[in-house]
């Protein structure tokens, strides 16, 4: 004789109400983060005159908006700030006994990197579109940029584009022109 196996249905339903209250609550997770410093990011928006969908989509790149990253070569914080970009915002604006671990504080790692970034647009006045040309210059450096900007791409972002021969370097571009749509 056959024994028939309790019917268990109702563990397949409860397994499935624990993984999707598990996904519901990553989500929410992951939003608070990034909302976590909108009101920092429109502050340093209106300071430098930096669209805020781009500060943030710099910040998603860069930390996936961890305050505490560090990277390889010495990035730190939201912004990934090398001490040279953080020093030269403190300078800037007068920020005496400052050190280069100050900017793991979101407040001075957004002003300073959204300066950054600012200073980096300014310096492309004469191409067509000055973001690609920056976003560049933040992740590769102004010697790449010079490099990359030979001929018709000097003042055509399209052209500056397609000399990039760092792979890394137009994935970030691509990813974070992506984001800033994203957050428009």
């Not at 502050?43 to 990277?71: H, N, T």
């Amino acid at each position: 004789m056959h024994r028939r196996r309790p019917k268990r249905r109702w563990l397949h339903w409860l397994l499935l109400l624990v993984v999707l209250d598990a996904a519901v609550f990553y989500w929410w997770w992951s939003n608070q983060a990034e909302r976590r410093y909108n009101s920092i990011i429109r502050d340093a928006a209106a300071e430098f005159g930096v669209e805020y969908a781009l500060i943030k989509a710099v910040i998603w790149q860069e930390s996936r908006f961890r305050e505490d990253a560090m990277g390889d070569a010495g990035e730190i914080g939201l912004m990934q700030l090398m001490e040279l970009a953080s020093f030269e915002w403190a300078d800037d604006h007068g920020v005496r006994d400052f050190e280069h671990s100050h900017v793991y504080d979101p407040r001075t790692n957004i002003l300073a990197g959204t300066y950054y970034i600012k200073t980096r647009l300014d310096r492309y006045p004469h191409t067509d579109d000055p973001l690609p040309f920056a976003l560049a210059d933040y992740n590769a450096g102004r010697a790449h940029v010079n490099r990359w900007a030979k001929d018709a791409a000097r003042t055509n972002g399209a052209a500056f584009l397609q000399n990039i021969d760092y792979p890394s370097t137009r994935r970030y571009i691509d990813q974070v022109t992506h984001r800033r749509n994203h957050y428009r």
